[in-house]
């Protein structure tokens, strides 16, 4: 069955960094894009990052672009989000995510392009 597991999450202070990553199992990982979102309580999901199969292709949230950088690793199933500059507004459970289509030309944060999800994981920036 389809698993996504994230880890990297924690406590960090303004203007630090955390990497998250993404392990996934259950399906051949390279030939789908993944996606990075996030949740803050009462708010909606919103999209972080986006990276194609071919890893060619990236899309960010204009909140985060050119601080964050979404990556992926075939050979170890994994998709990597490197957060730096990590500001006040930040903080939330953050979220991978597989595609639904094999090989889409799809790259944006439209949730139900997206079919599986990790269980989250926390982010709080904190002086």
């Known amino acids: 069955q389809v698993q996504l597991v994230e880890s990297g999450g924690g406590l960090v202070q303004p203007g630090g960094s955390l990497r998250l990553s993404c392990a996934a199992s259950?399906?051949?990982?390279?030939?789908?894009?993944m996606a990075w979102f996030r949740q803050d309580p009462g708010k909606e999901r919103e999209g972080v990052a986006c990276?194609?199969?071919?890893?060619?292709?990236?899309y960010y949230d204009r909140n985060v672009e050119g601080r964050f950088t979404i990556t992926r690793d075939d050979a170890e199933s994994t998709v990597y989000l490197q957060m730096n500059g990590l500001k006040p507004e930040d903080p939330a459970v953050y979220y991978c995510?597989?595609?639904?289509?094999?090989?889409?030309?799809?790259?944006?944060?439209?949730?139900?392009?997206?079919?599986?999800w990790g269980q989250g994981i926390q982010v709080t920036v904190s002086s």
């Open positions: 990276i194609s199969s071919s890893a060619t292709s990236t």
């Open positions: 259950g399906f051949i990982f390279r030939e789908y894009n």
């Open positions: 995510a597989k595609q639904r289509e094999v090989y889409n030309d799809y790259i944006g944060f439209l949730t139900r392009m997206y079919d599986y």
